[in-house]
């Protein structure tokens, strides 16, 4: 059968940019020959084990035969109700605040869609930021627009503003005032913001805050969403387990949309929810690793004669050699080791390297010895 009838339909994939991860293949065959191994520091992926309180809790749940709902288990919103104000001082919300996701990927990608924002408007992403917010804009048909700062927008009035603290890819929090500055920007406008707080329960030298907590918002979450995963701080990468939380008519909103999608989160993974969201125990101890490891390669990469700036909270460390991050990414890859390149991140990032926490304590060892050898 011919497809040539086909020929005019538009190609979403021609929208977006190359998929970053593609473009370091020949980087990852030279650290992979490597006599002892590559130690791949690229991808922020979880390596440690799922708690057994929570596969307990995912084991419990299998049993369950029929549809869950798109709007989860009151148990499952209650719960992450309860860790908001628990784990990141953010009280005074209920259970019409809270969706479930399925990963947060998933719904960062299509959050600007599904808010109604398109052709004509403006989504304003970080200059260094994490490419999914580019690509939900771009899905959109709406326009991105790089600024860490008001002042850059001048006369804009963007329809949604995405922030991102802590960092992917940099680490950078952002304080109080930054924060209660954005929200009153926007409010002004009549614009949203969403703030991806995945690393908000990884901070290691200093506070970080939700936009959701009273001393920024003001106890007033119109216009603001909050975006939380588990992937990081329980090891649920695999899970796809995270949620919406913020501003109830844009919650209902959201809801409403992803019902008719069937945009549904596993009812055993609500379960699953449930279990690592009332339980911190295993989410501290597991940001010990990451602080452990964390205090290892930052020495090594230090002492190899980097540049580490901000790094202060989240899975990585943003450095450089004041030189094109491919350079640098060749230069690891030579002693084994693959990072990120900064131009994943946007034109801002060109000449720094990621450097994710997230590998085995082995592992981590295995790069520091190879750098200050």
Same mark, same amino acid.
């Given at each position: ?97 809270v969706l479930p996701v399925i990963g ?119 216009g603001l969403i909050a975006v939380h ?7 649920? *990468?695999?899970?796809? $387990? +995270? %949620?919406?939380?913020?501003?109830? #008519?844009?919650?209902?909103? /959201?809801? =409403?949309? @992803? ?40 020495? *090594?990469?230090?002492? $190899? +004669? %980097?540049?580490?700036?901000?790094? #202060?909270?989240?899975?990585? /460390?943003? =450095?450089? @050699? ?44 295995? $790069? ?6």
């Open positions: 059968m011919s497809t040539s009838g086909f020929a005019t339909r538009r190609r979403v994939s021609t929208l977006l940019p190359d998929f970053p991860w593609d473009t370091i293949g020949g980087a990852r065959m030279r650290a992979s020959a490597h006599p002892d191994g590559i130690v791949d520091l690229s991808v922020g992926t979880p390596v440690d084990p799922v708690d057994p309180i929570i596969r307990e809790a995912l084991a419990a749940s299998s049993e369950f035969p029929g549809y869950p709902t798109t709007i989860g288990t009151g148990e499952l919103r209650e719960a992450a109700v309860a860790a908001l104000a628990r784990r990141y001082g953010a009280p005074g919300l209920d259970e019409s605040a947060t990927k998933e719904a960062i990608a299509g959050i600007v869609s599904t808010l109604g924002i398109g052709a004509g408007d403006v989504v304003v992403i970080p200059e260094v930021a994490y490419p999914t917010y580019e690509v939900s804009a771009l899905l959109a048909g709406a326009t991105p627009v790089r600024a860490d700062s008001t002042v850059q927008l001048g006369p804009t009035s963007p329809a949604l503003i995405f922030l991102n603290s802590p960092s992917n890819p940099t680490g950078k929090v952002l304080g109080i005032d930054h924060l209660r500055k954005v929200v009153g920007w926007a409010r002004e406008r009549g614009a949203i913001v969403v703030s991806d707080e995945c690393y908000l329960g990884l901070a290691w030298d200093t506070e970080a805050y939700s936009i959701l907590d009273p001393r920024v918002s003001d106890g007033d979450h119109t995963s588990l992937s990081k701080v329980s090891n649920l *990468a695999s899970y796809r $387990a +995270g %949620f919406f939380a913020g501003d109830r #008519e844009l919650i209902g909103e /959201l809801l =409403a949309v @992803r019902k008719h999608a069937g945009l549904i989160v596993p009812f055993p993974i609500q379960g699953a929810m449930v279990a690592a969201l009332n339980d911190d125990a295993h989410a501290i101890a597991q940001a010990e690793r990451y602080r452990a490891r964390r205090t290892t390669l930052l020495a *090594a990469v230090r002492a $190899a +004669g %980097f540049r580490v700036d901000h790094s #202060e909270a989240g899975l990585y /460390l943003w =450095a450089t @050699r004041d030189e094109d991050s491919r350079v640098t990414l060749d230069w690891l890859a030579e002693r084994g080791i693959l990072a990120a390149p900064g131009d994943f991140y946007g034109p801002a990032g060109t000449r720094h390297v990621r450097m994710a926490l997230t590998a085995t304590d082995e592992r981590i060892a295995a $790069a520091a010895a190879r750098l200050t050898a």
